[in-house]
């Protein structure tokens, strides 16, 4: 049984077959549950972008709390201590605010995706110049290590502006600047899920003939400059041309970047979506709350609930948005290294 909340009065409750103890609040707490090693911060949001004072909070008071985007009323509350996780995993197009409090992850493993592509202002309002983002992503390189970070060059749309001569004309201007500061270039093509016909109505699915096109243009292009082309849920149909077709957040990927080899619990490996392979552990983010406003965002909804959230985010608090309620049940998450000591360390060099 949890004592996060000992000394307050508390009294006994039954929630389907296990019992809890609500305290004087009325917050229900439940025995923890073990889950993943794995802290991701940006599957729902860009965390590095938009809120760094409370990413920074969460590190130094050493927990933070997720509702279930499901079912808010359960609440997962996670420990944020390098003992216990041992790996933290950023996907942003803008990470240059968080730089002021990267000593802050020291002692932590990370993994940094940063987004680049070719759009301009019309498809990815919020986002500052690619040249800017593009120094951005050596700096950081430099800082966390090549192994450690990768670049994403997705979603990828066709329409008269963004043809395939000139999306390959801007992979390659992108990929000669970033030679030598990743061996990861991950690539993935729209999908027309319903949130996207909404805020994109004009967005067109690629044709295969243009999947295979861009690919294996892209895979030489990446090659050339030391990259390695990682296709995001897109099946293997690239992989006989140089593709990693693999995933592009895998173990591998993490254990590399961390020079350790880690072993999960397979039944709390999860994946973002069926045809994808990632191990994605547990994400601390929030949708509805990205304020890059990317056309094809998959993240964001309902851009007023965007806009509505921003005035409920303190960056003090334990959630990204809002505060503990009455009624939440909490689940103190049990955690464990996932971290195998008896492997070789250099074989992940």
Partial sequence: ???????????????????????????????????????NTGQRTDIPAFYPEWLANRLKEGFVCVRNPYNPVQVSRYRLSPEVVDVIGFCSKNPAPFFKYLDLLEGYGQFWYVTITCYDKDIEPGVPEKSQVLEDFKYLSKKVGINSIGWRYDP??????????????????????????????????IDIYEKVKRNFPEAKAVSAEDKLYLGRKMIEIARAHGM???????????EKYGADCSGCMTLPVYEKAIGKHLVPQKSKVKS??????????????????????????????????????????????????????????????????????????????
């Fill in 1 to 39: 049984m949890s004592r996060i909340f000992h000394g307050l009065a508390l009294v006994p409750i039954k929630i389907d077959i296990i019992f809890a103890m609500r305290n004087k609040d009325n917050y229900a707490i439940i025995p923890s549950r073990r889950d993943g090693m794995i802290i």
């Fill in 156 to 189: 990828i749309f066709i329409d008269d502006k963004y043809t395939v001569e000139y999306h390959l004309q801007s992979f390659e201007k992108m990929a000669e600047a970033l030679d030598g500061y990743t061996k990861i270039a991950v690539i993935s093509f």
């Fill in 228 to 238: 390695v082309v990682r296709p995001c849920a897109e099946g293997d149909f690239l």
């Fill in 272 to 349: 973002a979506r069926e045809d994808c392979s990632c191990y994605l552990g547990a994400d601390i983010g929030t949708y509805d709350t990205c304020r890059h406003f990317c056309r094809y965002c998959y993240a964001n909804n309902d851009l007023i609930q965007v806009k509505n959230n921003q005035l409920l985010h303190n960056p003090k608090s334990p959630f990204l948005i809002g505060d503990y309620r009455q009624d939440d049940i909490i689940h103190d998450v049990e955690q464990k290294s996932w971290v195998d000591n008896q492997m070789d360390i250099f074989q992940f060099l």
